[in-house]
């Protein structure tokens, strides 16, 4: 049996960053080989992500971001079990990681950021050798992007709530994106204006207003109208263009944007929270 040194050792766990006993036990059943012992890892990693692939994995961080150039954004979510995970430097330092590599390659979906390279391995491998390493489910769940004339990003404090927005102008203070960007991540808007909130939202809203007249008491005739009069308030609260603004509640998030310049507004937004 080769007789494993702790600089070996030391080597290892740098590369992998798995602890100092794993990376000794590699080495010793790989007979020293440093290229085996990662292989080694790596099985044990998918070992350990197949037997916790029925954890809940709720916790994690979700991270936003934009290109040089302003025109592409994306937002991703790396899960883990728990929060102290989730709060870990290297957790999301990976996440970013992630994040950066998608907005430079611009990847078309989620398989294909999983299957860009990330060092040695692609990046969806990385998540599987962490598994080995953290001990825990770790999953890249949610990636979307933006593209287009200006996209700004906003990421809420603790890293669990991101937002992004994409503008149909250029040349506009970012600033302005970002208290937009901010609108979207407090007060979660269904859609961009009523004309894109779909017909199953919108149906469902009708039959909500209809029986919630009938209970009250209101005459089977006039629930029909009264629902439509709720379904506009549903959509004066809940699309985003027609929401008040956050900063102003006198004025709308769509009169706002065009009280800056009349032909700017809001083409596109994303936006995921960890509940």
Not at 12 to 22: E, H, N, Q, V, Y
Not at 73 to 99: H, P, Q, S
Not at 121 to 130: A, D, K, L, R, V
Not at 216 to 232: T, Y
Request: glycine content about 6%; charged content about 30%; some cysteine.
């Amino acid at each position: 049996m080769a007789q494993i040194k702790a600089a070996e050792v030391a080597k290892l766990r740098k590369a992998t960053g798995a602890g100092m006993m794993d990376c000794k036990k590699a080495l010793t059943e790989s007979e020293g080989d440093f290229d085996k012992a990662i292989d080694y890892l790596r099985k044990k990693g998918q070992k350990v992500a197949n037997k916790r692939s029925d954890r809940d994995a709720a916790e994690g961080v979700v991270l936003a971001n934009v290109s040089d150039d302003a025109k592409f954004g994306a937002v991703v979510v790396l899960n883990c079990e728990t929060d102290f995970v989730a709060k870990n430097d290297d957790f999301v330092k990976l996440a970013d990681r992630i994040l950066t590599e998608a907005i430079k390659q611009k990847p078309a979906n989620i398989d294909a950021l999983k299957a860009l390279p990330y060092g040695d391995y692609t990046i969806g491998e990385e998540i599987t050798n962490q598994v080995g390493v953290i001990g825990e489910k770790v999953e890249l769940s949610f990636y979307e992007t933006i593209a287009t004339d200006k996209v700004v990003a906003y990421i809420h404090p603790g890293n669990r709530l991101a937002s992004l927005v994409g503008l149909n102008m250029a040349d506009v203070d970012t600033q302005i994106g970002r208290d937009v960007a901010m609108q979207v991540a407090a007060m979660n808007p269904v859609a961009l204006n009523k004309e894109s909130v779909s017909e199953v939202v919108v149906a469902k809203e009708i039959e909500i207003g209809k029986e919630l007249a009938i209970r009250e008491g209101k005459p089977e005739a006039m629930a029909e109208k009264i629902a439509m009069g709720r379904l506009n308030k549903f959509f004066k609260e809940s699309t985003l263009l027609s929401q008040q603004f956050v900063k102003d509640n006198k004025t709308t998030v769509d009169a706002h944007l065009k009280s800056i310049n009349k032909n700017l507004t809001v083409v596109e937004f994303k936006r995921y929270s960890l509940a």
